[in-house]
């Protein structure tokens, strides 16, 4: 939010005060309508309006409807069903019925009122309608992945830079304790200097197949088109409303890859103090990808064919998303169970029980930083060209495994080095007929 829209409304909200109080019987006024006793005054409270409520946000609404700052005034949703359901999660928490709801978040980029939005769609609408609410001057917290392609990842930084937009990807857990802790030992040199660092991702794959056909709904009902979006056109078929696009190619990022590379790919690149650049150089293997940056260090993208059970190489006990960084001297794992181990010199420390931990899935605290952010524009700690950089890295390594070859990106142009084909995957066509 900018300083001139809180000075605007400081002044409104005074100057009708004064007024008011020239003719009325003095009235007693709840101390958290003035400010007072820590309550953030109406005309401060910074005005959300979401894009998008399926699962995932609702995960992420939950510790921002309990922020005394924010007010969540409005759920955009194509689908009938979910906004009335975001409307209901809303309302109980303010205890209301204020919230409203819409079916094409066109209209909330379209209101003055609006400072900020929160879009949690499925993928093929991240790029699309964070570029859209830029322009229209928002804010944008965006969920990963934030672009189907390295194109929309390009073209979010940009557009975002040029509009002078507070930007969040959805990458909390920079934001959560065991990760930071685990890369600022390396930062600090515990480890001695970094050589390599291994980031766990799903199992690559594509799918392209169609579900049948099923009659198309009223649109009031669901959307069809509006949930296209930008994606190609195919028949209705519920499942995918459902969420059965995860792994569709036409709607997903990276042949699945950035479902946990988004965050595993991003926490390598930060410790590596990479957030400006990225891997030059990736080689797919059986199980995995290499990736070489231009300092030497080693980055292994391994796929885990049983994600949530036993991985051969992890420590089991670190839970979902787990990375590990390797120097000279020592190495240290973690994941989003909150565990830390570390070993230096051969001498192995469990720091498991080192005190309470946030799991990695805790969003509250990157939800807080961006709201912050947006009162003092300052990038956000997951900012745009954060997003870009570590986004590309995944992009790039995907298309080395489709195209099953090694392949070298120069990082200032990012463009692919003698590779026509896998820079012509870099962008896909976009649907306009969404439009109408």
């Not at 005005?47 to 409520?53: A, C, D, E, R, W």
């Not at 609702?58 to 409307?87: H, T």
Request: net charge positive; with cysteine; proline share 6%.
């Amino acid at each position: 939010m900018s300083n001139s829209i809180l000075s605007n409304r400081r002044e409104f909200v005074s100057a009708t005060s004064k007024a008011s109080l020239a003719f009325a019987i003095p009235t007693l006024i709840p101390a958290g309508v003035l400010g007072r006793n820590g309550a953030t005054p109406p005309s401060e409270k910074i005005q959300l309006g979401v894009i998008g409520i399926g699962p995932r946000c609702k995960y992420v609404i939950a510790p921002i409807l309990k922020f005394k700052d924010v007010r969540c005034r409005i759920i955009a949703d194509v689908q009938a069903s979910r906004r009335e359901e975001g409307k209901k999660i809303v309302d109980t928490a303010y205890g209301s019925s204020d919230c409203d709801t819409l079916r094409d978040f066109r209209e909330v980029l379209a209101r003055k009122d609006i400072d900020a939005v929160l879009i949690a769609t499925g993928d093929r609408w991240h790029a699309t309608a964070s570029m859209m609410a830029a322009e229209a001057g928002k804010d944008i917290y965006c969920e990963k992945p934030c672009g189907l392609t390295i194109d929309y990842c390009q073209r979010i930084d940009e557009t975002v830079r040029r509009t002078g937009r507070i930007f969040q990807a959805g990458t909390q857990r920079r934001s959560v304790a065991n990760f930071q802790q685990a890369v600022q030992m390396v930062h600090d040199g515990k480890l001695g200097p970094l050589k390599k660092m291994v980031a766990s991702v799903y199992v690559p794959s594509i799918d392209s197949t169609w579900l049948p056909s099923e009659p198309t709904p009223d649109r009031n009902v669901v959307d069809w088109n509006m949930w296209l979006g930008p994606a190609p056109w195919r028949p209705f078929n519920k499942q995918y409303v459902a969420g059965k696009w995860r792994g569709q190619w036409d709607f997903d990022s990276g042949a699945k890859l950035l479902d946990w590379g988004a965050h595993t790919v991003d926490l390598c690149q930060w410790a590596n103090q990479a957030d400006n650049t990225m891997p030059i150089a990736y080689i797919p293997k059986e199980k995995g990808i290499e990736c070489r940056y231009a300092n030497g260090v080693i980055l292994e993208i391994d796929f885990l064919d049983t994600p949530f059970a036993q991985r051969p190489g992890w420590i089991q006990s670190n839970g979902t998303c787990p990375v590990r960084f390797v120097g000279e001297k020592g190495w240290i794992e973690t994941g989003d169970s909150g565990e830390i181990h570390l070993s230096i010199l051969d001498n192995t420390v469990d720091m498991s029980k080192a005190g309470a931990r946030r799991n990695g899935l805790d969003v509250d605290l990157h939800a807080r930083n961006f709201f912050d952010c947006m009162r003092t524009r300052m990038p956000a700690v997951a900012n745009s060209t954060v997003m870009r950089r570590s986004h590309i890295a995944c992009h790039a390594a995907a298309l080395s495994w489709i195209l099953q070859r090694p392949l070298k990106i120069d990082p200032v142009s990012e463009k692919f080095v003698d590779d026509d084909e896998a820079n012509r995957l870099q962008i896909r066509p976009q649907r306009i007929e969404w439009m109408s």
